[in-house]
């Protein structure tokens, strides 16, 4: 009867892990759209100029730390 009780409580855990990451899927994807009549946000200027990525000491140092 113990047995029987264990696999019932993995599979209650498994479907309510499913729901959950179901659940915030739904909400990644919604809370990302523009209500109707928005403008994108325009991206941070960078003090050079631009915006996005850019290469610095530190993504370099993590580059090296990364190699094989």
Known sequence: ???TKS???????L???G???????AVIAT??????GGEAPKP?????????YHVT????HYYRTTTV
Request: proline letters at 3%; zero cysteines; charged letters at 25%.
């Open 57 to 60: 000491d530190h993504v370099r």
């Open 31 to 36: 809370k990302g759209s523009l209500p109707a």
């Open 1 to 3: 009867m113990k047995a």
């Open 7 to 13: 696999v019932s409580g993995r599979r209650g855990f």
């Open 19 to 25: 729901a959950a990451g179901a659940a915030g899927a």
């Open 15 to 17: 479907l309510g892990a």
């Open 44 to 52: 941070e200027k960078h003090a050079k100029g631009g915006g996005g």
